[in-house]
Nanobody, 126 residues
Framework: QFQLVESGGGLVQPGGSLRLSCVASGFGLGLEAVAWFRQAPGKEREGVSCLSKSDDHTIYQESVKGRFTISRDNAKNTVLLQMNSLKPEDTGVYYC???????????????????WGQGTQVTVSS
C-alpha cells in the first residue's frame, strides 16, 4: 500500500520559516515525480512546487519563487519543502503527492497525481 505522511506544519509569524516533510512508505520516492500542493479555506487546491523523477527539473508557483525550495532525501524516503519569508497568503493545508507529472513547460496540476498525504496545516499570522 502506498502511503505519504506530512509533518512540520504549524503557526508562524509573517517573515518566519517552516520546513515541511513528507515520508513515503510502500514505494521509493526517489523513483517518482513528487509535488506539494496547498488549499486555502474557500479556495481550490493549487500547485506549489514539484520535482521531477531525475531531480533535473523543478517547478514553483510564481508566488513562492525565491522563498520555497523543494528537495528530497532518498536515504530517508522523504520529500521536503523549505518555506522562508512566509506571508499570510501562504496559509492553508499543504499536501504532498507522488506518482504524477513534473515536466518542463507543463503547468503543475493535481489531476495526474495518484498518491496523496493527509495534509498538514500551515498558518501564517501575527
Amino acid at each position: 500500500q502506498f502511503q505519504l505522511v506530512e509533518s512540520g506544519g504549524g503557526l508562524v509569524q509573517p517573515g518566519g520559516s517552516l520546513r515541511l516533510s513528507c515520508v513515503a512508505s510502500g514505494f521509493g520516492l526517489g523513483l517518482e515525480a513528487v509535488a506539494w500542493f496547498r488549499q486555502a479555506p474557500g479556495k481550490e487546491r493549487e500547485g506549489v512546487s514539484c520535482l521531477s523523477k531525475s531531480d533535473d527539473h523543478t517547478i514553483y508557483q510564481e508566488s513562492v519563487k525565491g522563498r520555497f525550495t523543494i528537495s528530497r532525501d532518498n536515504a530517508k524516503n522523504t520529500v521536503l519543502l523549505q518555506m522562508n519569508s512566509l506571508k499570510p497568503e501562504d496559509t492553508g493545508v499543504y499536501y504532498c503527492a507522488a506518482h504524477g507529472l513534473c515536466l518542463t513547460g507543463v503547468p503543475l496540476s493535481s489531476s495526474p497525481y495518484h498518491t496523496w498525504g493527509q495534509g498538514t496545516q500551515v498558518t501564517v499570522s501575527s
